[in-house]
């Protein structure tokens, strides 16, 4: 009897153990071929959205660039969003305060007015407030990574796009966009900050564009229109010599431990 009772035990004991195997082997599967999907998609979409040819970067320098990567899905977001009549626009470099030119991640252009979204593909606690000159971004005890003031960022852009295109400062609407696996409550700013999520930012989009009053006529936006046609896909060496000043601005920021 008491063999017989050992031999159901064992019998028990393999079952259980190859059905945990085959709910791990079909979990692992089921999320490979999620996974498999979700990169067939964001093949086909970098070209079919035409995020490549605005932005002139292809599949492997969207998908292997964390960067880029995050400004393409927000890109991507965006675009469904918009009417006829509204633009969006990646990588435009402006003339700048603190260096020759200053590169705008995405701006949407619309009669509503311009967004701008400087875009951070973060995860993890993200702490600073907006008199701080720096940020820090806290993925765990031993991973932590400063960053420069977003909002001073998209100060800049928002500046640049005001004296460029001679538009009043108020008809542009600077966001600062972190990914949803971002943490922003250690954040300390007030309500005239735009900093969120990709899923607040979407919400906040579509708010504007949809309930907003318009600012531009349709004169009005084919002249902007026209003009930041002039500032996209600049050449090589202008986004060479903009990278390198911004390196030059952040080494004399630490040096001096001030603005840059």
């Not at 063999?3 to 153990?17: A, P, V, Y």
Request: aromatic share 12%; hydrophobic share 35%; glycine share 6%.
């Amino acid at each position: 009897m008491a063999r017989r009772k050992k031999n159901q035990t064992d019998i028990l004991d393999i079952f259980i153990g190859v059905t945990s195997l085959l709910v791990t082997l079909i979990t692992l599967m089921m999320n490979l071929f999620i996974n498999l999907i979700c990169f067939i998609y964001d093949v086909i979409t970098i070209y079919q959205s035409g995020y490549k040819k605005k932005s002139g970067n292809g599949f492997f320098k969207t998908y292997f660039n964390k960067g880029h990567m995050g400004e393409f899905r927000l890109y991507r977001k965006l675009k469904r969003l918009m009417k006829a009549e509204d633009t969006i626009y990646t990588n435009i470099y402006l003339p700048g305060l603190n260096t020759t030119h200053t590169e705008l991640d995405l701006l949407v252009v619309s009669k509503k007015g311009l967004i701008v979204y400087e875009v951070k593909n973060y995860g993890g606690y993200i702490y600073g407030s907006k008199q701080d000159t720096h940020w820090t971004q806290v993925l765990n005890y031993f991973s932590k990574h400063k960053f420069y003031n977003p909002l001073r960022q998209n100060y800049a852009h928002h500046k640049a796009l005001e004296n460029y295109l001679a538009i009043p400062f108020e008809s542009v609407y600077p966001v600062v966009s972190f990914s949803n696996r971002s943490r922003l409550s250690k954040i300390k700013v007030d309500d005239t900050a735009r900093v969120m999520q990709t899923k607040d930012t979407i919400k906040y989009t579509k708010d504007i564009l949809t309930h907003g009053s318009d600012i531009f006529s349709d004169d009005m936006l084919s002249e902007i229109k026209s003009r930041l046609e002039l500032a996209i896909l600049k050449d090589q060496s202008t986004k060479t010599n903009h990278v390198n000043e911004v390196i030059q601005l952040i080494k004399k920021w630490w040096i001096k431990g001030g603005e840059p």
